[in-house]
């Protein structure tokens, strides 16, 4: 097992666990929660074909530590660096090519149900509670929540959310898009696991990597394009084929 800051890294079958581990609450102890380096080159080691990122203990993270975000606001321009790097991290997460999955149990808040956003897919325990509690001290958030969260709950859910401050339970957070799997109170891990395994396990990397390319670029080029970039990587993986 290998840390960086408040996170611990670990490889099981081909399958990056990425834990929070700053017990009790995991609270983030700045935005720049992990090294951006170590955690590409963990990310990027030839075997590992999915990421599960959970949280050590009851919680995922409460979020940030107010005590050193006010320590960090005296000096405007590190915060803005460390604000800068903690938003880095969550664009590599969302931007990686191989699938990852939120493993979400307790409290998911501010700074860690932005954690959550970046991933792929977000699986939860009936003992999951979410919430942007940042207005409540006259902040916004602050690591893209104010730009993920509409794209998966709605313009309006997320309003009512983010102004509002209110904690929104599991069953809410599944009807309003904001979870994509709801489970007992104690088996988020091992339905990610369960799922991350039937995903990945026997396929090749090229081809996992290929699948999350195409999606991402249906979010974000045009349809014309997209197609694209599919139709090569299609042609690409069909004349490994003719080695078989």
């Known amino acids: 097992m290998e840390r960086s800051k408040v996170t611990s890294w670990e490889i099981k079958d081909s399958i990056g666990i990425l834990t929070i581990d700053n017990p009790p609450q995991n609270r983030l102890a700045e935005p720049d929660f992990l090294d951006p380096a170590?955690?590409?080159l963990w990310a990027a080691q030839e075997h590992v074909k999915g990421i599960i990122i959970t949280g050590k203990g009851k919680h995922f993270s409460a979020g940030?530590?107010?005590a050193g975000l006010k320590t960090l606001s005296h000096d405007r321009r590190l915060l803005l660096s460390k604000m800068s790097n903690g938003k880095k991290i969550l664009n590599y997460i969302d931007d990686i090519e191989i699938p990852t999955i939120a493993s979400i149990q307790g409290a998911c808040f501010g700074g860690g149900l932005e954690i959550a956003l970046a991933c792929h897919i977000r699986v939860c325990g009936r003992n999951s509670i979410f919430a942007f509690p940042e207005i409540n001290h006259g902040l916004i958030p602050g690591l893209a929540g104010?730009?993920?969260?509409?794209?998966?709950?709605?313009f309006s859910n997320a309003m009512q959310m983010i102004l509002s401050g209110d904690i929104v339970s599991a069953e809410r957070a599944l009807g309003m898009r904001?979870?994509?799997h709801l489970v007992g109170s104690r088996q988020a891990f091992d339905f990610s696991l369960?799922?991350?395994?039937?995903m990945v396990a026997g396929r090749s990397k090229e081809v996992i990597k290929s699948v999350v390319r195409a999606l991402n670029n249906a979010r974000r080029l045009s349809a014309r394009e997209?197609?694209?970039e599919e139709t090569k990587m299609f042609?690409?993986?069909a004349a490994n084929l003719s080695g078989k």
């Open 146 to 154: 104010t730009v993920r969260l509409p794209d998966k709950v709605g």
């Open 64 to 66: 940030a530590d107010l």
């Open 38 to 40: 170590k955690f590409k």
């Open 226 to 228: 997209a197609m694209k």
């Open 178 to 180: 904001l979870v994509d």
């Open 194 to 198: 369960t799922l991350m395994k039937k």
């Open 235 to 237: 042609c690409m993986l």
